[in-house]
Structures are given as structure tokens and as C-alpha cells.
């Protein structure tokens, strides 16, 4: 199959099973987050392109920004959205995050997945600095991260073992994600915990 788009009718059907499965999770994570009832339909499977998504996450008067320490990832992406331009608002820039080449106080909020853990240690704390430096007032992160608990199993520990052994490879690492938002400035408004091929994952929402 070269197109997605040629998907056949059962094969709809499975993504259709696997989405449900996956809201089923989700609307269970976000009922006890809330403490609210969540209730879901069946899904519905739509194959959208990228750029179709991306408007309504910043809504009708908003702009997005994405940065890559790369500059070939950025010019790679940059090429595929100028070629399925539909007034896209997102700008993508190579940068540091070190380094943010954004003003203070301009951004509503700051979204990383599975970034901050490829990090050094070290640089960690400058980037989170950034991130503050560049929120409003009222701005929120939102961080996806493997993470780090206090007694690792075992899988985790076997990761972290070939982490240690191969860096390059395996280059992210598990982090202690709340503690290392907590200690540099945040607060915590919400939080998430799941698990992908036996590794923990946490995703955290955090206040400036």
C-alpha cells in the first residue's frame, strides 16, 4: 500500500477498535484527573493531513512555533508544510533550547514530548528557565517524559542500564519529571502516568 489513504474497509474497522481502546484509557486518565464523569462515543477514523490538525490548536487568532535543534529536521518539515500550505499558523525555527529565540512574557504555553530527557543534565535547568522566561504570567507547560520512580523495575532498570552502556543509542533516560519541574519554578496542576513497551511515562501539566 504507497497511499494510507487506500485503507480498506476491515482495516478502517481495526484502527477504529485500536482508537477506542486508546479513548478508553484516556477518558479514564482525564476522569481522574478531573474528578469529573467522562463519557465517550464511538470513534469515528478521519485521515487528515498534518496541517489540517495544527490551526485548531492554537484557535482562530493564535500562532504556533516549533523549534528543532536541528536544522535539517526543521528545513524538513518546513518543506513538507510549504507544500501542503493551508495557512498553517506555525513558524518552525532552528534553535537551542538553551537559548529560546523568543521574547518574555509572549507565549500562552510550552509543549515538549519525550525532549526534555535527551538533555544533559546540566542544561536541563536553563532550558526550564527559558521556558518560564518565555511564558505569560498565567502560561503552562506540558512535559511528556519517561519516568524515573522511586524504586525502578525491572525493565526500567535494565533500560537504564543499556543507557548507560550505549548513549548514543539509547539516548533518552528516564526522569524524576515532577521533582525536576517542581525545583525549578513550576507548579504542578496536573499529571498523568502510563507505560509504553514496559517503560513508565509521565505527562505533567505545570503553571509558571
Known amino acids: 500500500m504507497d497511499d494510507i489513504r487506500d ?12 482508537e477506542n481502546i486508546g479513548a478508553g484509557h484516556a477518558a479514564t486518565v482525564l476522569s481522574q484527573m478531573t474528578e469529573t464523569p467522562v463519557m465517550i462515543d464511538v470513534p469515528q477514523v478521519r485521515l487528515s493531513a498534518l496541517t489540517d490538525v ?28 510549504s507544500r501542503e500550505n493551508r495557512g498553517v499558523p506555525l513558524a518552525l525555527v532552528q534553535a ?18 519525550f ?44 533500560y537504564l542500564a543499556a543507557h548507560r552502556r550505549w548513549p548514543r543509542m539509547i539516548d533518552c533516560r528516564p526522569l ?9 519554578g513550576f507548579t504542578v496542576s496536573r499529571t498523568w502516568s502510563g507505560a509504553i513497551a514496559g517503560l513508565p511515562v509521565a505527562a505533567i501539566t505545570a503553571q509558571r
Open 7 to 18: 485503507l480498506k474497509a476491515l482495516q478502517l474497522d481495526a484502527l477504529r477498535e485500536v
Open 96 to 113: 537551542d533550547a538553551c537559548h529560546l529565540p523568543l521574547r518574555a512574557a509572549s507565549v500562552d504555553a510550552v509543549t515538549m514530548s
Open 176 to 184: 524524576p519529571l515532577r521533582d525536576v519541574l517542581v525545583s525549578n
Open 115 to 158: 525532549t526534555l530527557e535527551l538533555m544533559a543534565t546540566e542544561d536541563i535547568p536553563t532550558v526550564l528557565t527559558q521556558c518560564r522566561r518565555v511564558l505569560r504570567h498565567t502560561g503552562r507547560i506540558t512535559v511528556v517524559s519517561l519516568a524515573l520512580r522511586d524504586e525502578p523495575k525491572l525493565m526500567t532498570r535494565l
Open 54 to 81: 495544527i490551526p485548531g490548536l492554537a484557535g482562530p487568532d493564535g500562532s504556533l512555533v516549533g523549534i528543532d535543534l536541528s536544522l535539517r529536521m526543521a528545513q524538513a518539515t518546513r518543506r513538507r508544510l
